[in-house]
């Protein structure tokens, strides 16, 4: 469905330790919070807060981010590039070729939990 495209996760120890998954689409950095580790084994599923977008100059960062909103520590945990694969208002499903992650992983509307909530689930 795409050339491949850039994806990464940072690990942020902020007021709440947390990973920020952020995937290169529209020419931006369309990202989410998981509060715990991104699933690796088949059929695990997390949290995902969609946040505001961000620059895709900023999927380089590694840092501290010294006042404001997301104040702390910003490591890269794993980067690489991944295909889209299918994208709705509702979820988007991709391939990861990262040096950690790999593989098909989807994320769905969880409307349960919020209006920015989604279910990240790591497909195969």
Do not use: C
Not at 27 to 44: F, M, Y
Not at 68 to 97: A, H, M, P, S
Request: net charge positive.
């Amino acid at each position: 469905m795409s050339e491949d495209l850039r994806f990464v996760v940072q690990e942020h120890f902020a007021r709440r330790h947390h990973f920020d998954l952020r995937l290169e689409m529209d020419n931006v950095a369309k990202s989410w919070a998981i509060p715990k580790e991104i699933p690796q084994k088949r059929g695990e599923k997390r949290l995902a807060i969609q946040v505001d977008d961000h620059s895709i100059d900023y999927m380089d960062f590694e840092g501290v981010i010294p006042f404001g909103y997301g104040k702390g520590v910003v490591k890269i945990w794993d980067k690489g590039y991944y295909k889209l694969l299918k994208r709705t208002d509702k979820e988007i499903k991709f391939k990861l070729n990262g040096k950690k992650l790999k593989g098909t992983y989807v994320l769905i509307k969880f409307e349960k939990a919020g209006k920015n909530a989604w279910l990240l689930i790591k497909v195969d």
